[in-house]
């Protein structure tokens, strides 16, 4: 990414991104999201159906926030104290196999999307915790709604693919990605301000979206796709906001700010 910058943006027109990003997820996202979790449950034979979309995957939500929050690889309680721990903390040589043994094809697909996601969750609370501590100076208030807004997006999101996992007859995905996980615990610990947040988040949902993004064509039913395609766009719009936090321009772009025409992939997990 380009050099650090403050924010220098308005929070009246945060506020109102935020707002309509908010807007979007419970009136377009999340119908598409509820849709893509029971097609995907009834074309893979899953035996558990919910009769309501919404309150399934709101109350799945609530139960991957308190497991996200709490566990990273290795089930190492982390997020506790995370404002005043660093979250290097937890040995990445306790992960166990990833994606858990007995996972194929697309349910292998759900169990990393679902890690992905956790991180996310764990990286947003953490930031979180830090500014509520004081620790990452003077945080606007417009900043601060953006990342609850986003964490809640991305619990709903990973409880959506452990919802899948969990029809499936296999154990929701709680910890945080292996393989990510070092590295954004090592990038947490050097953050000391607004914008080296900002930056950390972008770069998590970047890997995410192009993780989405990429693994579409790998996808073997229809279901999983309209359901992987259901959250990537989810992606983008953080990305989009991110970026307008950092000053930038708030598209695709490469490394020294060059606007791309189509959105990369070298990135995905």
């Known amino acids: 990414m380009s050099k650090r910058r403050k924010f220098e943006g308005s929070e009246t027109e945060l506020l109102a991104m935020t707002k309509e990003l908010d807007e979007l997820h419970y009136d377009v996202g999340m119908p598409a999201m509820a849709e893509g979790v029971s097609n995907m449950i009834d074309s893979m034979g899953g035996g558990v159906r919910s009769t309501s979309r919404r309150s399934f995957l709101l ?11 709490m566990l990273v690889v290795g089930g190492t309680p982390a997020m506790a104290g995370a404002a005043t721990r660093s979250l290097s903390s937890v040995d990445p040589a306790r992960a166990t196999a990833f994606p858990p043994a007995g996972l194929k094809g697309d349910l292998a697909v759900a169990a990393i999307a679902a890690s992905l996601e956790n991180l996310a969750v764990f990286a947003y609370s953490a930031g979180l915790a830090a500014a509520t501590a004081g620790k990452l100076g003077a945080v606007p208030p417009a900043v601060a709604t953006f990342a609850t807004t986003v964490k809640g997006q991305h619990t709903e999101h990973a409880a959506a693919w452990n919802g899948v996992l969990k029809s499936n007859g296999k154990a929701a995905v709680t910890v945080t990605n292996p393989t990510l996980t070092p590295t954004v615990q090592s990038d947490f610990a050097k953050v000391t301000d607004i914008t080296g947040l900002a930056q950390l988040a972008l770069t998590l949902e970047t890997i995410a979206a192009q993780t ?7 996808l073997k039913s229809k279901a999983a796709i309209g359901l992987s395609s259901s959250i990537q766009p989810v992606e983008m719009q953080h990305i989009a906001i991110l970026y307008y936090v950092l000053g930038m321009y708030p598209g695709a772009q ?8 189509f959105n990369p992939t070298n990135q995905a997990a």
């Open 59 to 69: 109350g799945a939500g609530a139960a991957a926030a308190g497991g996200a929050a």
């Open 212 to 218: 989405y993004q990429a693994e579409t064509s790998m």
């Open 254 to 261: 490469t490394s020294s700010g060059t606007p791309l025409a």
